[in-house]
């Protein structure tokens, strides 16, 4: 049903080549590639939208069940932080201001302006670019077996930060920490002293040191050279100095103590495990606390390591769990999306057509999920549907499947041993060593200048294509629907569309912007009807009657609909997801007349479509084009019939008497014996004899 496509890619200019060819940095090996694959274009442009996408944002990582999720999760990861690096070294030569650690010999100064310093947030705090981003796992099969999924979901992100961060400075701030104000005025400094938080460990402290003093004078004062009253009386105010101060700091260090054995994984834990916990009052509100406590401390850490913070939870293994469970992680999410300054990034590897199928028939989501695609889309704000296997990935997966074990183990070995990917010579071709090394560090100079070109001109495109969202002289806005979750899902979709033409068409000799932010539109509000004709044009080419280049996708709509009619009631929930219908026929008909040839570039760059839609009409119609056959004649009742033909034959001929007195009834088998004739088509349709 679906055919593969090779992808061209613009690339810097090297020896040999031509200047759209060159090399890249495969993630994976840490050395140059120079065949990439279809996938590693895919993360590429995924990875760079989620370096600059405004948090938080659930990405819906759309695939069939058991597609190479794993790997492509790797490959965003690692150029995610390769980004970040990128990012940082960037801000470190713009800025004289270095991040500070939080580990080592910057653990003890951490734990100070965590007692001591308020921090603000600033305006040179806003505009720093740099990022890091902190990636945990969430596998819900692990989970599946326990009732409250959702809640391993939340403690699992607790852990993760608390053992990346260490479980002392959370419990620090847990109890001492402070909530980052914004800044008053144009006030550049991001630190305050806490002045009350100094004068009370001054005045413990002073009055610690006092009724040591005074214990130490009434010990003295036992003597016989001074009175029994006057070392009683210092005995007791001292003895009062010291318990209060005393207490105080006991106090403190035990609060300390208690947040750094329990944790919040098992603080939510216990509230889980207690009898009717979902009937307390005020029990997702205890959650959400400590949820905000998270977010506060990471916001703490982000102006005390001058950089931006971004955690990234990927959650894997949705669609094998019960639906109960799947509906208690998706409340989960959006739980901790409700802060809308939590620097979260969560990315939900899921099949849209299982997780839909379980939100509508969850129990607890009757007349909230009644159509599981639209409460995704409520929930889902940057979708991304992973592309067919193209050939080059499908080769890449080959040669690693032929691969023997030892050799996969061998080659996971020495990839970290490899400097610079770099293997050294012997003795006698150090000069040969020395020569590849050379012609090395050029070809990747060559690449990254070619490549930071190819990243401007993207960057161009990019906002050439935002401002036809909204250029009020343009009518592209009028399709935009007024869902705000629908806006964000279309201007985060835009950027890896552009990308991707980018990597496809080097010359820009494809569709324009205009057309690539149109076509984001398009599939973002009518992802059924256009599904129908992309499928419509795959049958036909499939079948070899593929339409011409320059024909009309609403011709293509037109010829077809009559039998997406008939279909109506098969996908019920999927034509749901479409707008108006009537824009849409002023969207392909007048505004945007997209071609056949235009939609088959534009549909290797579309990730904002589900694909699991296409093949169920796919599927659908592959059914009903297996026709039952016509059920064979019966001997039996033919006979008779014939007999009593022939039986009118001879008596016309010998009785013409007859033949007139029973013409009336001779009329019908005439016509009886002529439908059943055989058509001869090659003689204009006419009957042809029956001996």
């Known amino acids: 049903m679906h055919k593969h496509y090779t992808v061209r890619f613009a690339k810097g200019a090297l020896p040999l080549r031509t200047p759209t060819e060159g090399y890249f940095l495969d993630p994976e090996l840490g050395q140059q590639k120079d065949i990439l694959t279809e996938d590693d274009v895919y993360c590429s442009c995924l990875a760079k939208t989620l370096c600059h996408v405004p948090v938080p944002v659930t990405v819906g990582f759309y695939a069939p069940f058991g597609c190479r999720l794993h790997m492509m999760l790797d490959k965003i990861t690692a150029l995610m932080q390769q980004e970040a690096a990128q990012r940082e070294a960037e801000e470190l030569r713009r800025v004289r201001w270095q991040p500070r650690p939080v580990r080592g010999w910057g653990f003890p100064r951490l734990l100070w302006y965590l007692v001591f310093l308020q921090p603000v947030i600033t305006e040179l705090h806003l505009r720093r670019k740099n990022v890091k981003f ?19 979901l939340v403690t699992t992100l607790c852990e993760g930060i608390r053992h990346h961060y260490g479980a002392l400075p959370f419990s620090v701030y847990s109890v001492l920490g402070n909530k980052p104000a914004a800044t008053p005025g144009f006030c550049q400094r991001e630190w305050h002293c ?6 009370a460990l001054l005045a413990l402290l ?9 214990l130490y004078l009434s010990v003295g004062a036992r003597a016989p050279s001074h009175g029994a009253a006057g070392g009683s009386l210092l005995r007791v105010f001292g003895g009062a100095a010291t318990t209060l101060s005393g207490s105080g700091l006991l106090m403190a ?5 208690k947040h750094l054995f329990v944790s919040q994984r098992k603080k939510i834990e216990r509230l889980v495990s207690r009898e009717k916990f979902g009937s307390q009052l005020g029990f997702m509100c205890e959650v959400k606390k400590e949820v905000e406590l998270l977010t506060d401390f990471l916001c703490f850490l982000e102006i005390y390591q001058r950089r931006r913070l971004r955690v990234v939870l990927e959650v894997t293994g949705l669609d094998t769990c019960y639906p109960e469970r799947v509906v208690g992680v998706l409340n989960a999410i959006n739980t901790l999306l409700s802060d809308s300054h939590a620097p979260f990034i969560f990315i939900l590897v899921v099949d849209p057509s299982i997780l839909a199928a379980c939100l509508e028939s969850a129990g607890s989501m009757k007349g909230t999920a009644d159509n599981g695609y639209l409460f995704l889309n409520r929930t889902v704000t940057l979708p991304f549907s992973v592309p067919i296997m193209g050939r080059r990935t499908k080769l890449q997966f080959l040669h690693d499947a032929v691969q023997s074990r030892d050799d996969l183990l061998y080659r996971e070995m020495t990839r970290k041993l490899r400097p610079g990917g770099a293997g050294g010579g012997g003795g006698g071709r ?25 990243d401007a001109q993207a960057a161009r495109r990019i906002q050439e294509a935002l401002f036809c969202l909204h250029d009020e002289r343009d009518c592209l806005y009028e399709y935009v629907p007024d869902n705000v979750v629908s806006m964000r899902r279309i201007v985060n979709t835009v950027p890896i569309t552009v990308r991707l033409l980018q990597q496809q068409d080097g010359d820009f000799a494809g569709p324009t912007p205009r057309q690539a932010v149109a076509w984001v539109v398009l599939a973002n509000q009518w992802p059924c009807r256009l599904s129908w004709v992309l499928q419509c044009l795959e049958d036909r080419q499939q079948a070899g009657g593929a339409p011409e280049a320059r024909a009309r996708l609403w011709n293509v709509f037109c010829d077809n609909s009559r039998e997406l009619h008939s279909m109506t009631k098969a996908l019920q929930n999927v034509l749901d997801l479409d707008g108006d219908p009537e824009l849409f026929e002023r969207f392909l008909g007048s505004d945007f007349p997209f071609t056949v040839a235009e939609a088959q570039t534009l549909l290797r760059c579309t990730v904002n479509l589900d694909h699991s839609i296409r093949r169920r009409m796919g599927l659908i119609r592959a059914v009903s084009a297996l026709k039952p056959p016509s059920p064979p004649k019966s001997p039996a009742h033919d006979g008779p019939r014939d007999a009593g033909g022939a039986n009118h034959a001879p008596g016309a001929n010998h009785a013409p008497g007859a033949f007139q007195s029973g013409q009336g009834s001779g009329h019908v088998p005439a016509h009886a014996g002529e439908a059943h004739q055989p058509w001869d088509q090659g003689h204009g349709g006419k009957p042809r004899p029956v001996a």
């Open 430 to 454: 150090g000069g040969r060593g020395e020569g590849a090394q050379l012609l090395a560090v050029e070809t990747q100079a060559a690449s990254e200048r070619a490549q930071s070109r190819i």
């Open 134 to 152: 902190l990636f945990i796992r969430f596998s819900a099969w692990q989970y599946a077996g326990t009732d409250k999924l959702w809640a391993g």
């Open 206 to 214: 002073a009055a610690l040191s006092l009724g040591v003093g005074l």
């Open 194 to 199: 806490r002045r009350r938080v100094c004068l």
């Open 253 to 257: 260090v035990y609060s300390v103590g």
